[in-house]
């Protein structure tokens, strides 16, 4: 039994989130996996609207599915369970060979009730909601509602169980998101009688170990005394990563997969200040990542979901949410073409997976949060992402696990970028003709808007694989071979069969490396040796 063991993929290990020098992967059957995702739409979690999921899924060539398991759906009258949806969503995904992230849609969805249970939404009393100072009714519910957290935790634990006996063998559901994009629009705490206790008293010690006074400088005390003005923010994030950690630690519990949170991100651009109304308080935002950290140790990642456009918004979350303690994922962005580039820049920087909200083929378009559209052209800027990255995606995961890798993506500046690798670096130039160097005046066809970019791994000392799309790289030598002149040793277009063996499809050379190497509008893979000379 041992020997059969040594062969690599371990079917029987559990998928695991490990972390290792500060760099993170996703362990699925044992070896590093690349999340490329896409996630359906809210209302796509019922057996007969999964034709419609799977077609688009496949379409964009993902490898893995994002959908909600609803509270409302596994149990619609109180203490009976139903479970068909996720035993036919299972047994499809094993047949179209997808794996599943499961997103649990409990007492927070975007903050809100949507998709609790009749007989929780309308029972004020047993599942209380968040008030104000006046002691008005927020929409949210309350983190100290324990009564909510009992029932939400028992649902929860129930659909553990129910996946453990399903899926304890065959690993085909490899993560679980717990509630989605919590926190609270218009109300920064709750000031109900618990709250205020709880805020009068002083900051645990494990959150103070992990998020530093922005203010202050106080190292104890209460969250006023410490936090100052972002006590209340920061008071409200401790009590729903705690109601969260609650949820998640009873779950792992029973069966221990790998769990996240998601976030509606707050602008990562401006200065950081306190609270004012302008993005959901307690929510993962980049800021409080710390007390995330502190409070739900049973929650791997916090993750951003992106819906700017800007990319310099873009770029700013990725670099805030990707952290020696917490592994870079982005579980929802955009649909829409513009965004597809970003995922350059996640797998390049080590990022665990990355996934366009809203791909199924129902007619339900997030614009302009995605694209207008919702057929097939929808899902095709991604499709080519992901389909060159499906068969190499076991050996670009361990590559990025071992840090040998990098990714940009086309600013809308639409300026050169540097990126510094072990003894060379290298330029990525966006809009270049592929033959000559006039660059912005008589651009590349088809790049009238950003869409470039490029990811690279070094595989050896002078050895690369690049894969891109319509940017150009250059390599110079630096750190020890700097000052010397560089040549291609070879150039290799070819890619990987999903088995690890390269397949060769020509050599490049003369004009094709003349000018820097040049991405078209299909993403290619290279294999790319450079070499010295004194
Ligand atoms: C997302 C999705 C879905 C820059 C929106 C984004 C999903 C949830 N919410 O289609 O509802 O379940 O996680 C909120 C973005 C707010 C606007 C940001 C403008």
Same mark, same amino acid.
């Given at each position: 039994?041992?020997s059969?063991f040594?062969?690599? *993929?371990?079917a029987?290990?559990l998928?695991? +989130?490990?972390?290792?020098?500060?760099?993170?992967?996703?362990?699925?059957?044992?070896?590093?996996?690349?999340? #490329?995702?896409?996630?359906?739409?809210?209302?796509?979690?019922?057996?007969?609207? +999964?034709?419609?999921?799977?077609?688009?899924?496949?379409?964009?060539?993902?490898n893995?599915?994002?959908?909600?398991?609803?509270?409302?759906?596994?149990? /619609?009258?109180?203490?009976k369970?139903?479970?068909?949806?996720?035993?036919?969503?299972?047994?499809q /995904?094993?047949?179209?060979?997808?794996?599943?992230?499961?997103?649990?849609?409990?007492?927070?969805?975007?903050t809100?009730?949507?998709? +609790?249970? /009749?007989?929780?939404?309308?029972?004020?009393?047993? =599942?209380?909601?968040?008030?104000?100072?006046?002691?008005?009714?927020?929409?949210?519910?309350?983190?100290?509602?324990?009564?909510?957290?009992?029932?939400?935790?028992?649902a929860?634990?129930?659909?553990m169980?129910? +996946?453990?006996?399903?899926?304890?063998?065959?690993?085909?559901?490899?993560?679980?998101?717990?509630?989605?994009?919590?926190?609270?629009?218009?109300?920064?705490?709750?000031?109900?009688?618990?709250?205020?206790k709880?805020?009068?008293? $002083?900051?645990?010690?494990?959150?103070?170990?992990?998020?530093?006074?922005?203010?202050?400088?106080?190292?104890?005390?209460?969250?006023?005394?410490?936090?100052?003005?972002?006590?209340?923010?920061?008071?409200?994030?401790?009590?729903i990563?705690?109601?969260?950690?609650?949820?998640?630690?009873?779950?792992?519990?029973?069966?221990?997969?790998?769990?996240?949170?998601?976030?509606?991100v707050r602008?990562?651009?401006?200065? &950081?200040?306190?609270?004012?109304?302008?993005?959901?308080?307690?929510?993962?935002t980049?800021?409080v990542?710390?007390?995330?950290?502190?409070?739900?140790?049973?929650i791997?990642?916090?993750?951003?979901?992106?819906?700017?456009?800007?990319?310099?918004?873009?770029? *700013?979350?990725?670099d805030k949410?990707?952290?020696?303690?917490?592994? &870079? =994922?982005?579980?929802?962005i955009?649909n829409?073409?513009?965004?597809a580039?970003?995922?350059?820049?996640?797998?390049?920087?080590?990022?665990?997976?990355?996934?366009?909200?809203?791909?199924?083929?129902?007619?339900?378009?997030n614009?302009?949060?995605?694209?207008?559209?919702?057929?097939?052209?929808m899902?095709?800027p991604?499709a080519?992402?992901?389909?060159?990255?499906?068969?190499?995606?076991?050996?670009?995961?361990?590559w990025?696990?071992?840090?040998?890798?990098?990714g940009?993506?086309?600013?809308?500046?639409?300026? $050169?970028?540097?990126?510094? #690798?072990?003894?060379?670096?290298?330029?990525?130039?966006?809009?270049?003709?592929?033959?000559?160097?006039?660059?912005?005046?008589?651009?590349?066809?088809?790049t009238?808007? $950003?869409n470039?970019g #490029?990811a690279?791994?070094?595989t050896?000392?002078?050895?690369?694989?690049?894969?891109?799309?319509?940017?150009?790289?250059?390599?110079?030598?630096?750190?020890?071979?700097?000052?010397?002149?560089?040549?291609y040793?070879?150039?290799?277009?070819?890619?990987?069969?999903?088995?690890g063996?390269?397949?060769?499809?020509?050599?490049?050379?003369?004009?094709?490396?003349?000018?820097? #190497?040049?991405?078209?509008?299909?993403?290619?893979v290279?294999?790319?040796?450079?070499?010295?000379?004194?």
């Amino acid at each position: 039994l041992a020997s059969l063991f040594a062969f690599g *993929a371990h079917a029987a290990d559990l998928p695991r +989130l490990v972390t290792k020098e500060g760099r993170h992967a996703l362990m699925v059957d044992g070896a590093p996996y690349l999340i #490329l995702g896409g996630q359906a739409h809210n209302s796509s979690n019922y057996p007969n609207a +999964l034709p419609k999921v799977w077609a688009a899924i496949n379409d964009a060539q993902a490898n893995t599915l994002e959908i909600p398991v609803a509270w409302e759906q596994i149990e /619609a009258t109180e203490g009976k369970f139903d479970f068909s949806y996720v035993d036919t969503l299972v047994t499809q /995904a094993r047949e179209k060979n997808v794996r599943l992230v499961l997103l649990w849609f409990g007492t927070w969805k975007n903050t809100g009730p949507g998709y +609790l249970p /009749a007989w929780v939404k309308f029972d004020n009393r047993r =599942f209380p909601r968040m008030v104000d100072k006046a002691g008005k009714d927020s929409y949210c519910h309350s983190p100290f509602g324990t009564e909510t957290l009992k029932a939400d935790r028992k649902a929860f634990v129930a659909l553990m169980e129910h +996946l453990k006996k399903l899926d304890g063998e065959q690993h085909t559901v490899i993560m679980v998101q717990v509630e989605n994009e919590v926190g609270t629009y218009g109300l920064v705490r709750d000031y109900g009688p618990a709250a205020q206790k709880a805020f009068n008293g $002083p900051v645990p010690a494990a959150v103070l170990a992990k998020q530093k006074a922005p203010v202050s400088g106080k190292s104890s005390g209460t969250w006023q005394a410490v936090y100052g003005d972002y006590a209340e923010q920061y008071f409200h994030t401790w009590a729903i990563a705690h109601y969260i950690e609650e949820i998640a630690k009873a779950g792992r519990a029973v069966y221990d997969l790998p769990m996240f949170v998601n976030n509606a991100v707050r602008n990562a651009v401006e200065p &950081l200040a306190p609270w004012k109304g302008n993005f959901a308080s307690g929510g993962p935002t980049y800021d409080v990542i710390g007390i995330w950290k502190a409070a739900a140790p049973h929650i791997d990642v916090a993750a951003p979901d992106i819906y700017d456009h800007e990319s310099n918004k873009i770029f *700013a979350t990725l670099d805030k949410f990707r952290r020696p303690d917490n592994a &870079l =994922f982005v579980p929802e962005i955009g649909n829409s073409a513009d965004l597809a580039r970003v995922a350059w820049p996640v797998f390049g920087k080590g990022g665990i997976g990355f996934a366009p909200f809203g791909i199924d083929y129902f007619e339900f378009s997030n614009y302009p949060l995605g694209a207008k559209a919702t057929d097939r052209t929808m899902v095709e800027p991604f499709a080519q992402i992901f389909g060159t990255f499906r068969p190499m995606m076991r050996e670009w995961a361990q590559w990025a696990f071992e840090g040998r890798t990098q990714g940009v993506a086309e600013s809308d500046e639409r300026t $050169p970028q540097t990126i510094t #690798l072990k003894n060379w670096t290298a330029t990525v130039s966006y809009r270049q003709r592929q033959f000559g160097d006039q660059a912005a005046k008589d651009p590349m066809e088809g790049t009238d808007k $950003p869409n470039g970019g #490029l990811a690279v791994a070094q595989t050896g000392d002078n050895e690369f694989v690049v894969v891109g799309q319509r940017a150009r790289i250059k390599f110079e030598p630096s750190g020890r071979h700097a000052g010397k002149p560089a040549l291609y040793a070879r150039v290799e277009e070819g890619r990987y069969d999903g088995k690890g063996n390269w397949v060769l499809e020509r050599v490049w050379n003369g004009d094709q490396t003349d000018y820097g #190497l040049n991405f078209g509008t299909t993403p290619t893979v290279l294999k790319v040796k450079i070499g010295t000379y004194q």
